[in-house]
């Protein structure tokens, strides 16, 4: 691996919990459980590395149509992680921020959610980013209301917005765009998340559940990462030239 060229900022899409228990006749659940395991690892591994960003699509907003106690278990899981490894993530020095709509989460979870942030808020070794009741759409939606209304405000009906202005009012806010998406569980899709964000991100899918992905595999995603060749539109000699 070149560590000169590591992503700043990975993002995952943690699928295959419920499958990996299938696979064992265990309850979902059990997946669940055995994917927030892995997420301590890979958060560790990627700050040992010297990736800068790691975010993590823990919960949609369309999760929040699972079965009532799929729900709730995942709820349990998060407030118990938020709390558990809140001395883990200082000591790492890694800070907490969030991305969704998170007045949607149970108050429990809410308060130990603040705490953790508030906490870790000055730890600079990464940043983990947990996407929860996230969807990008509706990110974007609530971008172009706020706009909106302000435009109607100042009473400015020619008001034109740029793209960073709009960048800016995102969730994302000052965190750099994703280098790096991965996807577990042999699924080739974005689901609705960053796509905003994503526009020029390197995709890798790989085969592996979730709960199965461990320290090999984020480091065969990056070097396949260092193996592309990222032109953000322009031809291969434009880019040569600026490197
Ligand atoms: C997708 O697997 C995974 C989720 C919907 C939840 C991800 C949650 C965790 C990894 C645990 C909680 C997170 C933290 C940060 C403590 P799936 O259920 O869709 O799997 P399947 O497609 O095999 O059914």
Redesign the pocket.
């Known amino acids: 691996m070149d560590k000169s060229k590591l992503p700043r900022h990975i993002a995952i899409i ?7 228990a ?1 696979n064992r006749q265990l309850p ?1 659940l059990e ?2 459980r055995r ?2 395991e ?2 301590e690892g890979i958060a560790e591994t990627c700050r040992d590395l010297g990736i800068e960003n790691l975010t ?5 907003q369309e ?1 929040w149509s699972r079965p009532t106690d799929e729900v709730a278990g ?1 709820m349990e ?2 407030k118990y ?1 938020l709390v558990e490894k809140r001395p883990k993530l200082i000591k790492n020095e890694i800070r907490l921020r969030v991305i969704g709509q998170i007045d949607r989460l149970p108050e429990s979870v809410l308060r130990e959610l603040t705490k953790t942030i508030y906490e870790t808020r000055h730890c600079e070794k990464m940043t983990l980013t ?1 996407a929860l009741s996230y969807s990008s759409r509706s990110e974007l939606t609530e971008v172009v209301n706020l706009m909106v209304r302000s435009a109607l405000a100042e009473g400015n009906a020619s008001r034109v917005v740029r793209e960073d202005e709009l960048d800016r009012m995102l969730y994302t806010e000052g965190l750099p765009e994703p280098d790096l998406l991965i996807r577990t ?1 042999g ?1 080739h899709r974005i689901s609705n998340f960053l796509l905003w964000q994503m526009a020029y991100t390197e995709l890798y899918f790989t085969e592996t ?2 709960p199965d992905f461990g320290r090999a595999e984020l480091e065969k995603a990056i070097e396949e990462y260092q193996r592309r060749e990222r032109r953000f539109g322009l031809t291969t000699d434009q880019v040569r030239a600026i490197l």
């Open positions: 943690m699928d295959g919990n419920g499958r990996w299938r979902r997946g669940h994917g927030s892995v997420v993590l699509y823990a919960f949609s999760n995942l899981l998060l992680f947990l569980s699924e559940l979730w």
